[in-house]
């Protein structure tokens, strides 16, 4: 992506580019940071890489009083626990696919997010009630894995396909949401949660969260999360749901942020400005300043959330 670009299998974190990928966070106006990502090139390889070779990059949103401890945990163990589950079934991914190729990625990024958690386990003192989410894309070749927990999302930007009368302007980009956000208020989720113990209510008249039974906390606006061990036997998890999908010639890039920017900016507002920025190594950057102009305009500017952009081209 540039001079700037990192070398092959070097991490970057929170701000930086690879050749493939650029990622920035934005600190809020709440305290300490609680945001961080991650982007690297080539750590991970497989014989289905070719010349295309592999981009991972991340997005992970801390919440609770060590919100940024779980989040940049997180985004520090995920590159290499995920190499080594990779390396150790990639004989197993190159002799199955579609339904099969799917399940096998279901149980590395299960079994990633379930072996970070219980790392996190081993702090109880700060992690008892903090947590963070996280959104992971791996593209491997012409492959695309996308696994998440909470609402930090992905979102695809690709070519629209030309209209039946077959007049197009060639130019014409859509945004495709790869997520589902684990929001408490999620009719799923909530069923989910509720049916476990956990209690979901409409926390003064905003937004739903999930409580203790009898108890006036932690009131967590997620229902699948790192950390929070409080709530993890009251219907909190943190199993991933995942994208999986062949890259196409009509594929651009894939965008993911954390809640500051999905919270005042719609998914075809950030693929636009991803879609115009140049040079795009520019891009997460300037979705980052558009939602702090948002912030501005439409909430509280002094309670303006921390911000992670993450933008993988293809």
């Not at 163990?77 to 995920?82: A, C, I």
């Amino acid at each position: 992506m540039g001079s700037g670009s990192s070398k092959d299998g070097v991490i970057n974190k929170d701000v930086g580019s690879t050749k493939n990928s650029v990622i920035f966070v934005q600190p809020g106006l709440k305290g300490v940071c609680q945001d961080s990502a991650l982007a690297t090139e080539n750590l991970i390889l497989t014989a289905s890489c070719g010349d295309a070779g592999s981009t991972l990059v991340g997005v992970f949103d801390g919440h609770g009083l060590s919100g940024h401890y779980v989040s940049k945990t997180a985004r520090d163990q995920v590159p290499e626990r995920l190499k080594a589950a990779v390396e150790s079934t990639q004989h197993e991914l190159a002799h199955v696919e579609g339904a099969a190729a799917r399940e096998v990625w279901m149980r590395v990024f299960s079994g990633v997010f379930s072996d970070i958690d219980e790392e996190l386990r081993k702090d109880l003192f700060h992690n008892r009630d903090s947590g963070s989410t996280a959104v992971v894309a791996l593209r491997l070749g012409s492959e695309l894995i996308v696994a998440h927990i909470g609402d930090s999302r992905c979102v695809l930007a690709r070519t629209a396909r030309a209209p039946p009368n077959g007049k197009s302007d060639g130019g014409t980009i859509e945004a495709l949401q790869l997520t589902t956000d684990h929001k408490a208020s999620n009719p799923a989720e909530k069923v989910r949660v509720q049916e476990a113990g956990g209690k979901v209510l409409n926390y003064m008249n905003t937004i739903d969260r999930i409580f203790l039974p009898g108890k006036s906390e932690p009131g967590l606006a997620v229902a699948r999360a790192f950390g929070d061990f409080e709530l993890k036997s009251h219907g909190l998890i943190c199993r991933p749901d995942l994208s999986v999908r062949s890259v196409d010639p009509r594929d651009q890039f894939v965008v993911m942020g954390s809640d500051g920017v999905w919270d005042v900016l719609t998914n075809a507002e950030v693929v636009e400005i991803v879609a115009n920025a140049w040079p795009r190594s520019k891009a997460a950057k300037q979705v980052a300043q558009k939602a702090v102009a948002k912030w501005a305009e439409e909430k509280h500017a002094n309670s303006r959330d921390d911000i992670s952009v993450a933008v993988l081209f293809f």
